[in-house]
């Protein structure tokens, strides 16, 4: 009881002290609460009114640390600019402002954070800049000099380059599968690529990227955005672009005709005076794919500092004044397009090499009509006497062996008188061949290629493709005796009337299986084979000779070569859609 009553609380049921305890504890907390309120909300007002109104000049420099520690980094970065520029830009300001305090409290994270920030800004910028914006900067390339990075290298090859088609750009809802920026060539003394320079905002916006180009003139002939775009380059990777048909497209020819005054006399219909011009707006349609329409400006990104060499006969010099002529148009300043020796004709010199300066490349063209070297022996009498060496490669071989893109071809000259009959032509080491079946010596001089290139050209460095016989339509004679084509303003429709597959192609295609070295074959046998009104025939020049005259210009027609615009420009659309897919399929890898 003692213990209870001890315990018993008066004043109903409250005690003294309990009271008193309990009032202060309630005023305190009070307090405290108030207090609280009080700091957050200056603290909030504090801190928006130096976010919104920093002062220029602050006396203390506690605050100037805060404005000034990163600033510059994070506003540069995203907005694109080089040290020392600057954009009056309110949210760019604001933002940095922001990330500014808070690495000033924070200074391990933020550092990092704003570090990665500018890498990753300034990889999109360049990304969606191009290589027009980004490489601005390529290495000279000068005669027969090659750069070291070669075009269209398997992904593993580069750590610095960009990975086109893999990653995507988000602009608003479409995804833009950036083709190839051109890959950051090192310059001779030059270890280690680095983060190329990103331009200012001003050049950024007066710029295009190769994609964008390739995308607004796809989107011309049907392709309705860069994702499709993307897509239909996708779909090269499997298509046999040369199963289709010539399908009218008044959006062709590539260049206006007459417009391209380095067109040789000899493949320049228009100003020959060919009357009808049909022929040059057909569009090769491969039938499980769409070959997209040659972007003259994209192919030269993919050529900067690129040397693209074509060797053979006149047929690959009307693919070469082509594709010249095509590259030309998309240049502005055409004066910076020239031939490196300053010819204006190209039918009697061993090889010729048109600069294009901006892009510091060449594209170039060797004469070898037969690949293997034409040579001049003595016979048992001591006269001199014509071979062809059908163990050795052409003479200029080494001058166009470390290229980085190479288009062979040969055919038409196999066709002529001597190299048919084959009687005391063809050599082989010391030995002279009394009579050699024209086939077996085209096969003897495509082997003696093969292992040329086997042995000489570095698959990791160089592109290789043979281009395939290009289909001739002479009717009543040849070349040398009356065959004519004049009339013809149409291609052939029925495929029963095309000729059967040349045997010597067959021969290539054999040894092409049997090569180490992988080489792309332009198969445009059949496509050209098509195209019985694509010949100069009697425009193949303005003015004739007496001789001519006298026979009728009609007696000497070229059925074998090709007017341009026309099919050779096909050929090089081809030539294209090969590059882009490599480039995808490489980069993929």
């Known amino acids: 009881m003692a213990e209870s009553t001890k315990y018993t609380p008066i004043n109903n049921g409250t005690l003294p002290s309990e009271f008193n305890f309990t009032n202060i504890f309630t005023f305190r907390t009070k307090r405290s609460r108030t207090f609280a309120y009080i700091f957050v909300a200056v603290f909030v007002a504090f801190t928006v009114f130096l976010a919104f109104n920093p002062s220029q000049n602050p006396s203390s420099p506690w605050f100037s640390n805060i404005f000034t520690g990163s600033s510059f980094r994070i506003s540069s970065s995203s907005t694109g600019l080089q040290p020392n520029s600057t954009v009056n830009t309110s949210s760019d300001s604001v933002g940095s402002q922001f990330s500014s305090i808070y690495s000033y409290f924070f200074a391990n994270n933020s550092t990092q954070s704003a570090r990665n920030s500018t890498v990753s800004n300034s990889n999109l910028n360049a990304t969606v800049s191009g290589s027009g914006s980004v490489n601005s900067q390529a290495p000279t390339v000068k005669n027969n000099q090659t750069t070291s990075s070669p075009p269209f290298l398997p992904a593993s090859s580069s750590t610095n380059q960009t990975t086109p088609f893999q990653e995507t750009v988000k602009n608003g809802n479409n995804s833009y599968p950036p083709v190839v920026r051109n890959q950051t060539d090192l310059k001779p003394n030059q270890r280690t690529t680095s983060s190329p320079p990103v331009q200012s905002v001003s050049n950024q916006n007066n710029q295009t ?349 070229d059925c074998s070569h090709w007017c341009l615009p026309g099919v050779p420009d096909s050929w090089n659309e081809i030539l294209y859609a090969e590059l882009l897919a490599k480039q995808y399929q490489n980069q993929k890898n």
């Open 209 to 557: 990227t190769p994609l964008q180009k390739t995308v607004t003139n796809a989107s011309s002939n049907g392709t309705k955005s860069s994702s499709e775009f993307g897509d239909l380059v996708k779909k090269l990777v499997n298509c046999d672009l040369f199963d289709g048909e010539w399908v009218k497209d008044e959006s062709y020819p590539l260049y206006k005709p007459g417009s391209c005054s380095l067109i040789d006399e000899q493949f320049n219909c228009f100003n020959n005076g060919r009357p009808d011009n049909a022929y040059q707006m057909l569009k090769w349609k491969p039938k499980s794919c769409t070959l997209p329409r040659l972007d003259g400006s994209h192919m030269l990104q993919l050529l900067r500092g690129k040397r693209l060499v074509f060797v053979g006969d006149s047929l690959n010099r009307n693919m070469w004044e082509s594709l010249v002529c095509i590259l030309r148009n998309s240049v502005k300043d055409q004066s910076k397009v020239y031939e490196a020796s300053g010819r204006h004709h190209f039918r009697s010199e061993p090889s010729y090499s048109f600069v294009f300066k901006d892009y510091n490349c060449t594209v170039e063209f060797f004469v070898a009509p037969f690949i293997v070297r034409e040579s001049v022996t003595k016979d048992k009498n001591g006269e001199k006497k014509e071979t062809l060496r059908l163990d050795l490669i052409g003479t200029s071989a080494d001058q166009y062996k470390t290229a980085d893109i190479v288009v062979f071809n040969t055919g038409h000259w196999w066709t002529h008188e001597k190299t048919a009959k084959g009687k005391d032509y063809y050599q082989e080491g010391s030995h002279v061949y009394n009579e050699l079946n024209v086939l077996e010596a085209f096969r003897k001089a495509i082997t003696t290629w093969g292992r040329w290139v086997d042995a000489n050209v570095n698959p990791s460095k160089t592109l290789v493709f043979f281009r395939g016989y290009s289909a001739s339509h002479f009717r009543g004679g040849q070349w040398n005796s009356g065959g004519q084509c004049d009339n013809e303003v149409e291609p052939i429709k029925n495929t029963t009337y095309l000729s059967p597959y040349p045997d010597k192609m067959k021969v290539l295609e054999k040894v092409l299986r049997n090569m180490k070295t992988r080489v792309s074959y332009l198969n445009i046998t059949r496509l050209t084979d098509f195209r019985k009104d694509g010949h100069p025939s009697i425009y193949r020049k303005q003015h004739y000779s007496e001789q001519e005259k006298r026979h009728s210009p009609l007696h000497f027609q």
